[in-house]
């Protein structure tokens, strides 16, 4: 069925947006020229093909078959573009008689320039009398188009006056009226082309359908309802996916997190970094410890953490002050309530207060648990920071000062007797490195079997078998039951080797405890060894302890200041509450 198109896609609405674009892009070609510095009269008729693109834009959209079709704004931004390029292309072609000693018509083609500017600004004065457009831009028109406007005035101005005084004092030319100068050239350096699949779709069309196993066009895709699939084996691929993210997620990268925080979590509990430092490195540092050193020094030590504990206290208060604030306001309005009430007996007929401050005072017991909650847990980390305030002063001590509190190791018949030990849990370290390296493949692995998993063509294979025998045949995700279970077993490879990692991981931590158990019965309570193992331990913890309590002392105060905000707002609804009733008393009194 055809039909005529609407008013915005007829002929001359099309015609207007090509003109328009048009114009735009030889605009591009004009200002590049411009950049580039080239000649003023190419500049010149570069600049008045802009002018008539933006004119006949203009004249098309404003034809009695496109009236309503473009905005006031948009035919004014047409208007005041095409006298913009005009006068450009007129200023232009003047700057170009400077060089051909054409001194009278300078003057006239920089008149023609600035009436072509003040007309511009005229219009957009008339159409927007109240949006003081011509001083700092209208609210239709782009600001950059009008600054561009007040630009160019500013430099024909300039130049105007400069041409007037040197013709009149120096060069004497008489001025040629508009009518008698000769026109300028243009230059036209764009043109509309079509894509050939808007100039031609059939041909497309047909192209497209006939090449079934070549992969879609960029432009229209496939052809129509090529990928149209039942409903049911629509939901029966979204059931696939769903169980097939849960097996990713949650069987997969989730197991190999969990392995690999307890590793870790194990390693940390054994201390066996600063055990390995200990051993290998007899006298001064270790380098890892070196820099934890460093960084516990640059940030404060001890001090730095009960400053940050000062303040936490600090918010505390200041969140309770608020609480008790509110809760005061309310008490003291009932205080006067039941004042004027025990005074005025039944005359005195308004709701009591308990009426209206239920909400109030369960809203602030929550707040008073919370913060007794908050103070609480404040107490567990300072309890923490005094027991290590110690041994962090020790770690943030000057360096020279550190490595002498740390007694040094050099007994070579202890340091024999440990030998075996410590590269036995070298050797299990190492090995826990290769599966951590092992996981993230296994990982990365999963993810690119899941994005390429689509098993499409089998539901619509299996779908047509369903319905082989009927067409009408109700076809139901629960029928597709078996071919998950079978699909889902490219996956069990991965998690048969999660299971291997998992049951190795196990092998490797008791043979660690128990060596590093070993180790730790060889060493002699009192030997020199010993005593280092046990300092960089401390200081190692006491690094770990740092860290802790600091990140336990920011989230303290992140939460006092974002409680603080609820607490604010309930003050304020008690004390506006507590105005109301006031005013409220004071009406019933007189």
Excluded at 33 to 60: N, P, S, V
Excluded at 422 to 437: F, S, W
Excluded at 442 to 453: G, T
Aim: glycine residues 4%.
């Amino acid at each position: 069925m055809r039909i005529p198109p609407t008013s915005d896609m007829s002929t001359a609405a099309l015609q207007t947006l090509i003109n328009l674009m048009l114009a735009q892009a030889q605009e591009c070609v004009w200002q590049r020229a411009a950049m580039d510095q080239l000649r003023d009269g190419t500049i010149a008729r570069l600049a008045i093909k802009i002018a008539e693109f933006y004119d006949a834009a203009y004249e098309l959209a404003t034809n009695s078959s496109t009236q309503n079709v473009f905005p006031k704004q948009w035919l004014t931004h047409m208007q005041v573009k095409a006298l913009h390029f005009n006068a450009a292309s007129q200023f232009r072609k003047a700057c170009e008689c400077i060089s051909q000693n054409k001194y009278g018509e300078e003057v006239a083609r920089l008149q023609i320039a600035h009436s072509l500017v003040k007309r511009g600004f005229d219009l957009l004065k008339s159409y927007f009398p109240f949006s003081s457009s011509a001083s700092s831009g209208s609210t239709y028109i782009s600001p950059a188009v009008v600054s561009d406007l007040k630009s160019l005035q500013q430099i024909i101005q300039t130049n105007l006056a400069r041409a007037e005084k040197d013709n009149d004092v120096i060069y004497l030319e008489a001025i040629p009226s508009p009518s008698a100068l000769p026109a300028i050239q243009k230059s036209e350096m764009v043109k509309p082309v079509a894509p050939q699949e808007i100039s031609d779709p059939v041909a497309l069309m047909l192209s497209n359908e006939r090449r079934v196993d070549t992969p879609p066009h960029p432009v229209i895709g496939l052809p129509l309802f090529q990928k149209l699939v039942p409903f049911a084996v629509h939901q029966a691929a979204s059931v696939y996916v769903d169980r097939k993210e849960r097996v990713i997620k949650e069987d997969i990268i989730a197991r190999l997190e969990e392995l690999s925080a307890v590793y870790h979590s194990s390693i940390q509990s054994l201390n066996l970094s600063a055990t390995l430092a200990g051993f290998e490195q007899t006298a001064g540092l270790p380098g890892p410890l070196r820099n934890q050193a460093s960084e516990v020094r640059n940030e404060g030590g001890s001090q730095a953490l009960y400053d940050m504990w000062e303040k936490v206290q600090q918010a505390s208060s200041k969140n309770t002050g608020l609480l008790e604030d509110a809760f005061n306001a309310l008490d003291e309005e009932q205080e006067n309530d039941e004042s004027y009430r025990s005074q005025y007996r039944e005359q005195w007929n308004r709701p009591e207060s308990h009426a209206f401050t239920s909400q109030l005072v369960s809203q602030g017991q929550q707040h008073r648990s919370t913060l007794m909650s908050a103070q609480k847990a404040d107490q567990t980390v300072f309890g923490k920071l005094e027991t290590w305030a110690k041994i962090i002063d020790v770690l943030a001590l000057p360096e020279q000062e550190l490595e002498q509190s740390v007694p040094g190791a050099n007994n070579d018949d202890e340091a024999q007797s440990g030998k075996e030990a410590i590269e036995q849990l070298r050797n299990l370290l190492d090995e826990m490195d290769d599966h951590l390296i092992a996981r993230r493949q296994i990982a990365d692995r999963a993810r690119k079997l899941s994005n390429a998993d689509d098993i499409s063509p089998v539901l619509l294979k299996k779908a047509a078998q369903i319905t082989a025998k009927s067409p009408v045949v109700k076809i139901d995700p629960a029928q597709f039951e078996e071919l998950f279970v079978d699909e889902l077993r490219k996956y069990d490879d991965i998690l048969m080797e999660i299971d291997r990692q998992d049951e190795r991981q196990g092998q490797v931590l008791r043979e660690m405890a128990r060596v590093h158990q070993e180790y730790s019965r060889s060493r002699e309570s009192g030997s020199a060894t010993a005593k280092r193992e046990r300092a960089l331990q401390n200081l190692s913890q006491a690094y770990l302890k740092f860290k802790e309590i600091k990140m336990n002392l920011q989230d303290g105060l992140k939460f006092y200041t974002d409680h603080a905000r609820g607490l604010v707002t309930l003050r304020e609804n008690c004390l506006k509450y507590c105005y109301h009733r006031s005013a409220q008393a004071d009406q019933l009194v007189e």
